[in-house]
């Protein structure tokens, strides 16, 4: 069985999503912050995973949450959080972030309930070069410590470090992570009924479709 980790940050403004503004303001992109958060949570409820870790960078977590083992994120740069929460964990273990409130359980369904056993990670692709999901059976912070984070190729060299570790990769859908107020708009496209997007579409004073 698996352990699911969601990594999120307290939507504080101009704490949260500040690649939106312009042409949200800094309120509404921590509000917008918060529906991505809540519609994740709402996607991931089925899942049988048979723990729940919340890696949260905040003092008070998001409604929903309440399940979760609240797990403060510790110090320094993303690759180091994420390799430290991965070396706290035993057994297969899938960690997601919350800036792909489009993500369904069945994105996830390949890592739960029974881990494939020539599966030794699964890995889901942004289509930023990043990543959104990274999971792995037996988790090891090392292979995760010192990849950079953010960047066009980020990904690339995560799926590197796996394969030279000898790793066997499972595949999850590619997402497209909510960064830029283009970003925004198409993942609200592609889940009209979702929190997120009837918050963005609420905030029509702006013009959006003629963001910069």
Partial sequence: MTTLI??????IPGRVKTRLHPPLSLEQAAILAAASIADTLGAIAPLPATRRVL????ANPPEGSEAYEVVPQVSGDLDERLAAIFDECDGPTILIGMDTPQ?????LAPAFSDWPSDVDAFFGP???GGFW???MAEPRGDLIRGIPMSRSDTGRLQLQRLADAGLAVGM???LRD???IFDALAVAAQAP???FASTLSGFDALSLADAP
Avoid: H, M, R, Y
């Avoid at 890696?55 to 905040?58: A, P, R, S, V």
């Avoid at 993500?103 to 994105?107: I, P, Y």
């Fill in 178 to 180: 909510v960064d830029t």
């Fill in 172 to 174: 999850l859908p590619e």
């Fill in 103 to 107: 993500v369904t359980a069945t994105d």
């Fill in 193 to 195: 009924s979702s929190t």
């Fill in 126 to 128: 942004a289509s930023d």
């Fill in 6 to 11: 969601l990594i999120a940050k307290e939507t």
């Fill in 133 to 135: 999901a990274l999971g």
């Fill in 55 to 58: 890696l949260f960078d905040g």
